[in-house]
């Protein structure tokens, strides 16, 4: 198999990694523990991902807004509550304000 990759020009590496973070518009996608693979192939990078997805179902802007209703200033504790509440921000808040 090697030998093939090779004469192809290709050549794959296993690169470790804990977890690796996608951040987009929407909000972030976290891998834990995943699988990563670096493939080289005619002067182009590729990197195939795989492992447990989370995905982030708030924004800063959630966080910020619970932090205001709440006067909670601690945002990785609201992060966690978020995460908990599958992003639930009238939820999160009601758990602060007890």
């Known amino acids: 198999m090697q ?3 090779k004469k192809l020009g290709m050549k794959m590496d296993n ?3 804990n ?3 996608i951040k987009t ?6 891998i834990d ?4 693979i670096r493939t080289t192939m005619k002067g182009q990078i590729v ?3 795989s492992g447990s997805v989370k995905q982030k179902t708030f924004t800063d802007e959630d966080v910020k ?3 205001e209703q ?3 200033d601690d945002s990785n504790k609201i992060k966690e509550l978020l995460q908990q509440n599958d992003g639930d921000v009238a939820k999160t808040i009601m758990q602060l304000k007890k």
């Open 65 to 67: 807004l619970i932090m």
């Open 70 to 72: 709440t006067g909670v």
């Open 47 to 49: 990197f195939q991902v």
């Open 15 to 17: 690169v470790p990694a």
């Open 3 to 5: 030998k093939m990759l």
């Open 19 to 21: 977890q690796v973070i």
């Open 33 to 36: 523990n995943p699988q990563v």
């Open 25 to 30: 518009d929407s909000g972030d996608i976290t």
